[in-house]
């Protein structure tokens, strides 16, 4: 089985972002980048299923500046094979994504294409339902366990009322939840033999894809600020405030 | 031209949440239609027809459609959609699934996950776990969005629409369902509910969230959870509140033993007022609380159970 896996780079989640002042965004200058975190528990599947003697070839693509180039490093380091950076300085809005992620797979022929459930910036969580609408294919999302079978998968969704296990057929994609698994951390020597693993650089315009955006982001805003509140001395204080609480809504 | 919301369901029951995506989606100012997509549906498709405000249920029946698969309700949509201006969905997992996959066929860019509509073509939504609102205006020839529920109120439930039938010929599951693992709890439903009591990952135990439930029973409130309590074992998934789990804006949010890590922040932000347990002064979930209580958890949530039952709280649920 040859497996897909699409990563993007993103502002460190651990970073406490800050919108910009004219609300034209969030600062990204001078911020930590990194992969998004959905995107590494889907690295780390394919590279299990590899380990497990079901996939034979790993290839990772971003889409994004030069310096995405350092997530798909990060991917060859946890063990994928080879790279596709398809380099743009554009803001490249999620259907753009899928159609130019379609591209790659009309010509990578994968069998399995894994990706993260969401991105930590913009939260879409569109990408894997999209490409997959596009190509045709079965999805599974928001997948917390996945075995690969004899042409199909069985993979463990997380849904509203808990989890549900669906069968697929190949090819299929998956999006990748948190508890998918635990992703590795590269050990040394697999960071500098990443380096020699082939990545290639294939500028934007050469998919012949409009990626021109569809919508007009107006502005950003910071969230409404919560005022802070008061501490109560005691359980009796406590509950005569949840008392009062619970009577106004029966009240309603 | 109208607006079609898609119904959420789930074991026969209209989900409570689509009342509130009506909402929003008569205020997108066209006459809204239901579909309600499924198999043995005729009890959803009459909870939906006493929503008020809409033209009218239509009402797809299939196998194919007897348990949610984004591929069936997709292809039922994209026949539908020449008919619509706007087709909306909940952001919950159906619509999460359905959405984009269905945006894709219409070459259309979805907006997701709206908290705010200021006019049929320009909403908010937050961005980077809730620490940024985006406004985004859609010129496009149709809109397909989905909606964050807890953040409109639900329409009443005085409405007559009339019920018409689909053509769901055609409509084939390339999915299978092979078992789906269900949270037994008679608890409310956590996206709606008015009162929701949430455990951190220092409840401690699978056992010492019996306690927090024990509150929620008193309360009448859902149970929710942070990622790390999920994690380890503590509390089933579907409890999960934060940027990857649910989001939830009920009247009362009471934290017990939670710090407030971002991620679960950005999933209670739209509470009205949140209660903090906690022993540290210190923590970011403590700092927000318009009430917060110092002091262990588990000496402080029996006391606190006792009381309310002292001062007549509790033997009603609460919707």
Do not use: C
């Amino acid at each position: 089985m040859k497996i897909l896996v699409a990563v993007k780079r993103v502002v460190d989640h651990n970073v406490r972002i800050r919108v910009r002042s004219d609300s034209s965004g969030v600062e990204t200058d001078n911020v930590r980048m990194s992969m998004n975190p959905f995107d590494k528990h889907a690295v780390e599947a394919a590279v299990q299923l590899a380990e497990a003697g079901k996939a034979d070839e790993i290839v990772i693509v971003s889409i994004g500046p030069k310096q995405a180039n350092d997530v798909i490093l990060t991917a060859l380091a946890m063990g994928a094979h080879r790279g596709v950076l398809i380099e743009t300085n554009e803001r490249v809005e999620t259907l753009a994504v899928a159609k130019l992620l379609k591209a790659v797979a009309d010509e990578e022929k994968p069998d399995l294409i894994l990706l993260g459930k969401q991105a930590v910036d913009d939260d879409s969580n569109h990408v894997g339902q999209m490409l997959a609408g596009l190509l045709g294919w079965p999805q599974a999302t928001f997948a917390s366990e996945i075995k690969a079978g004899e042409g199909g998968l069985e993979v463990t969704r997380e849904v509203d009322y808990g989890r549900a296990t669906i069968a697929l057929p190949l090819p299929a994609i998956v999006t990748a939840d948190l508890r998918l698994n635990t992703p590795r951390n590269a050990a040394l020597p697999m960071v500098m033999k990443a380096r020699q693993k082939p990545l290639a650089v294939r500028p934007v315009a050469e998919f012949g894809i409009d990626i021109s955006p569809r919508l007009v982001i107006d502005k950003v805003s910071p969230p409404a600020e919560r005022p802070g509140g008061r501490q109560v001395a005691d359980t009796a204080e406590l509950a005569a405030f949840i008392a009062g609480e619970v009577k106004e809504l029966e009240a309603l | 031209m109208a607006t079609l919301v898609l119904a959420d369901h789930d074991l026969g029951q209209l989900a409570p949440a689509t009342a509130r995506v009506v909402a929003a989606g008569l205020q997108l100012g066209a006459p809204v239609d239901v579909l309600v997509a499924g198999d043995d549906v005729d009890k959803v498709a009459t909870a939906a027809a006493a929503l008020e405000g809409m033209a009218r249920v239509r009402v797809a029946r299939s196998a194919a459609l007897a348990t949610p698969s984004a591929e069936a309700i997709s292809a039922l949509l994209l026949k539908l959609a020449p008919e619509y201006g706007a087709i909306v969905a909940g952001s919950a997992a159906v619509g999460r699934d359905v959405i984009p996959r269905l945006a894709a066929g219409l070459d259309l860019m979805p907006v997701t996950d709206i908290v705010a509509i200021h006019a049929a073509n320009r909403f908010d939504r937050p961005i980077y776990a809730g620490n940024a609102i985006e406004t985004v205006v859609s010129n496009q020839t149709q809109q397909v969005l989905t909606i964050r529920a807890s953040a409109f109120r639900p329409v009443g439930q005085g409405g007559s629409a009339p019920v018409e039938q689909v053509d769901a010929g055609g409509i084939a599951a390339v999915t299978r369902l092979l078992a789906a693992h269900r949270t037994e709890s008679d608890v409310p439903d956590l996206a709606t509910a008015q009162i929701v009591v949430g455990g951190g990952v220092s409840v401690g135990s699978a056992e010492g969230f019996k306690l927090i439930e024990r509150l929620a029973h008193r309360l009448g409130a859902a149970v929710g959870a942070t990622r790390a309590a999920v994690d380890a074992g503590y509390a089933p998934n579907d409890w999960q509140v934060g940027q990857t789990g649910k989001i939830i804006a009920p009247d009362v949010y009471i934290a017990v033993g939670i710090s407030g890590a971002l991620q679960h922040l950005a999933g209670i932000q739209g509470a009205k007022k949140i209660v903090a347990i906690n022993t540290d002064p210190e923590a970011p979930l403590v700092k927000i609380a318009d009430v917060a209580l110092i002091g262990d958890l588990f000496a402080v949530v029996p006391e606190l159970i006792e009381e309310l039952a002292r001062l007549g709280i509790g033997g009603q649920a609460q919707g």
